[in-house]
C-alpha cells in the first residue's frame, strides 16, 4: 500500500513537472522576437536600399529587439506584381515602392503620375495627408494594404528630368519625340496629348533602348540618371520636374493589425523617420551626381518655362474625367488643394 501510494505521488509529480516543462517550452517558443520581411527592387548600395535598410535599424533600436525587419533587396522576392501578391498572401510582410505599384486595389493612386497636374512635392505631400489622400488609404487597407509612412515624405527624385540625344528646351520639342514610358495609360497618353510619340520599354533596358535610336529621350529621377548612365548615350539634361515622386512602405493589413499598438507605432514612427533622413541625404547626393556627369559626359542642361508646360498639359488632366477615369471634378479639387 505504502509502495502504491509513493508511486501515485511519484506520477502525480511526474505529471506537474512535465506540464510545467511544456508550459515553459511553449511560452519560451513566443519569446523570441517577432520578423518581418521587406522586399523591395533597389539594391542595397543605392540611396533607396540604404534608407530601407536603416528603417529596419530604427525599428530594432525602438523596439529593443523585439521586432527585426530583414531587408531584402535587388527583387530577390520577385517583380513588383509579384511582392505585392505575397504581401497580401503573406508570405512577405513588407513592400516600399511607389504607391502607384498598387492602383490596381485604388486608381486614384495613379494619378500622382500625371505630368505637370501637382505643381510640387509639397502640393502632392498635401493631397496625401489631406483628405483625397485618406479616401485612398483607406481604400487600400480595405483591401488589406497599410501604408506605414504616415507623413509621406520619403522623396524620390528629388525632381525629375528629361534625358535626350538632342536639346528639348519647349513644349514643341516634344512633337514627334520618341519618349520611353513605362506601362502606364495615365502617363503615355499625357504625352500622346501634346504630340509625342511614347513607347514602352523596360527601365533597365532604356540605356540600350537609347543607345539603338528606340527612343530619342526616357524621364527619370535625376538620382537615377547617374548609376544607370544614362548621359553616355543622352547628354542632354532638360529639368521637367514632371510629377512629384515618394515611395510607400506597405504593409500586409491582418499581420499589422496582429501586432501590439506600441509595435505599430514603432513601425509608423521609423518609416516616418527613414523617409526625412533619406530625402535630406538625397539632395547631397544629387549634386554630386550631376558633377559627375558635367566632367565625364560633358551634359548639357536646359530649363524649361513650367508654367507654359503645364497649360500645355491641362487639357488632358481634364479629359480624364471626361473619360471616366477619375472622378468628376476631381482635377479642380487637386489644383485648390493650398
Known amino acids: 500500500m505504502k509502495k502504491l501510494i509513493l508511486l ?30 521587406l522586399g523591395t527592387k533597389m539594391p542595397n548600395e543605392s540611396s533607396e536600399g540604404e534608407a530601407f535598410n536603416r528603417f529596419a535599424e530604427i525599428v530594432e533600436e525602438k523596439s529593443g529587439g523585439e521586432l527585426i525587419v530583414n531587408v531584402f533587396p535587388a527583387e530577390q522576392l520577385g517583380k513588383g506584381t509579384t511582392q505585392i501578391d505575397n504581401m497580401l498572401l503573406g508570405t512577405q510582410d513588407m513592400y516600399a515602392e511607389s504607391i502607384t505599384y498598387f492602383s490596381d486595389y485604388d486608381p486614384r493612386a495613379e494619378i500622382g503620375t500625371v505630368p505637370f497636374l501637382f505643381r510640387d512635392f509639397e502640393h502632392f ?74 513607347t514602352v520599354i523596360a527601365w533597365t533596358e532604356t540605356y ?19 548609376p544607370m548612365k544614362f548621359t553616355e548615350v543622352a547628354p542632354h539634361v532638360t529639368l ?36 526625412e533622413e533619406a530625402t535630406k541625404k538625397l539632395d547631397e547626393e544629387v549634386e554630386e551626381h550631376l558633377q559627375l556627369m558635367k566632367d565625364e559626359h560633358e551634359i548639357k542642361i536646359h530649363e524649361i518655362d513650367k508654367e507654359v508646360w503645364i497649360e500645355a498639359f491641362s487639357d488632358y488632366h481634364y479629359q480624364l474625367e471626361e473619360e471616366g477615369r477619375i472622378p468628376e471634378g476631381y482635377i479642380d479639387q487637386i489644383k485648390s488643394i493650398e
Not at 23 to 36: A, F, Q
Request: proline share 4%; glycine share 8%; hydrophobic share 35%.
Open 208 to 226: 540600350l533602348g537609347i543607345n539603338q535610336n528606340l527612343v530619342n529621350a526616357a524621364t527619370s529621377p535625376i538620382s537615377l540618371v547617374w
Open 240 to 275: 521637367i520636374d514632371e510629377y512629384p515622386q515618394e515611395v510607400v512602405i506597405a504593409m500586409n493589413e491582418e499581420k499589422f493589425s496582429s501586432l501590439s499598438e506600441e509595435h505599430q507605432q514603432i513601425l509608423m514612427d521609423a518609416a516616418n523617420q527613414a523617409g
Open 8 to 37: 501515485t505521488v511519484g506520477l502525480l509529480m511526474l505529471a506537474i513537472v512535465s506540464a510545467c516543462s511544456s508550459s515553459s517550452s511553449s511560452s519560451n517558443s513566443g519569446d523570441g522576437p517577432i520578423e518581418l520581411k
Open 125 to 198: 505631400q498635401k493631397f496625401n495627408t489631406g483628405e483625397m489622400g485618406q479616401e485612398i488609404y483607406d481604400t487600400l487597407v480595405s483591401e488589406g494594404i497599410r501604408i506605414l509612412n504616415t507623413e509621406r515624405n520619403f522623396r524620390r527624385g528629388p525632381y525629375r528630368v528629361l534625358v535626350s540625344n538632342t536639346p528639348v528646351k519647349t513644349v514643341e520639342d516634344l512633337e514627334g519625340l520618341k519618349i520611353r514610358s513605362f506601362e502606364s495609360e495615365f502617363y503615355s497618353g499625357a504625352y500622346e496629348s501634346v504630340g509625342a510619340n511614347p
